[in-house]
């Protein structure tokens, strides 16, 4: 592991760091924010995943969330979506390789050789953060937005005994109804369909249901929302009996302002289950 930069931010430390993957097989890099309660012992984890076309650094740089992760002690450890400069060609498209890990094991080449974000961010990279930071391993929670609000929803739904809240903003909610041709999913994971249901946020749903309530908001002005398509998440849920907290904000669009603008109602969400 490689410390790139270290800045001190309200009391605690902002740091960047690069590490050689062996599940990715390249350079990857992540982002935590140490609260100042860690240097009094382990702190809680909260695992923030990023969407399409972000790094390492857009949340932690955009969100302002570390004022209020230091007022609650919450580790907070972002990754980069992918893996970089490893494939030609990756940087071609939004929705295709740089920045559009899409949280999945891809199966099909060239992408299998690298793209392996679902064990990354559920294997490599928690035990990466359990042995060399000050964090209590048996406190963990998930969010994310966008791209990686699916990723939120898809780790924590198998592997629901693992996490102790989980929320999302502006998630993917179901790719099967969504992709067809281009695009992550058929690349990644082949053209046929039947392949993508265990990285199908409504699908798993359907099949595992929830154990804990799920923390679930939009932008009612989002410019992507039928791309998105929540309803479906939030119908699949409730059909289920999971108890869904589904938050539709009216005005709000899809960037970082929407972020910003409810990001203290998540963390204050994931502390009152990490600290109970």
């Known amino acids: 592991m490689k410390l790139r930069e270290q800045h001190k931010t309200f009391g605690g430390f902002t740091e960047f760091w690069t590490h050689n993957s062996d599940v990715c097989n390249a350079p990857m890099n992540f982002a935590v924010f140490r609260p100042p309660q860690a240097a009094e012992g382990p702190v809680p984890i909260l695992y923030y995943l990023s969407g399409l ?40 498209s939004d929705h295709l390789g740089s920045g559009a890990g899409y949280y999945i094991d891809a ?7 690298h793209y392996q974000m679902y064990s990354y961010v559920t294997e490599e990279l928690p035990a990466l953060i359990h042995a060399n930071f000050p964090v209590d391993s048996s406190r963990e929670s998930i969010m994310g937005h966008s791209m990686g609000g699916h990723g939120a929803l898809t780790v924590y739904l198998k592997n629901q005994d693992r996490y102790k809240s989980v929320s999302a903003m502006a998630p993917i909610s179901a790719p099967t109804l969504r992709y067809d041709d281009g695009g992550g999913f058929p690349s990644y994971l082949g053209k046929d369909k039947s392949t993508w249901g265990d990285y199908d946020a409504h699908l798993l749903v359907q099949k595992h249901g ?22 479906k998440f939030v119908e699949a849920a409730k059909a289920v009996n999971v108890e869904i907290d589904y938050r539709l904000r009216q005005g709000y669009g899809h960037n ?21």
């Open 210 to 231: 929830s154990k804990l309530p799920i923390l679930f908001c939009q932008g009612a002005d989002d410019e992507l929302i039928q791309f998105l398509m929540p309803e």
């Open 107 to 113: 199966t099909e080449s060239p992408w299998a050789s």
């Open 256 to 276: 970082y302002f929407y972020v910003q603008s409810f990001i203290e109602e998540h963390l204050r969400w994931h502390a009152k289950a990490l600290l109970a």
């Open 53 to 92: 076309t972000c790094s390492e650094e857009n949340f932690i740089i955009k969100a302002g969330a570390q004022r209020l992760a230091a007022e609650l002690g919450l580790f907070l450890v972002v990754n980069d979506t992918s893996p970089r400069n490893v494939i030609a060609g990756e940087d071609d």
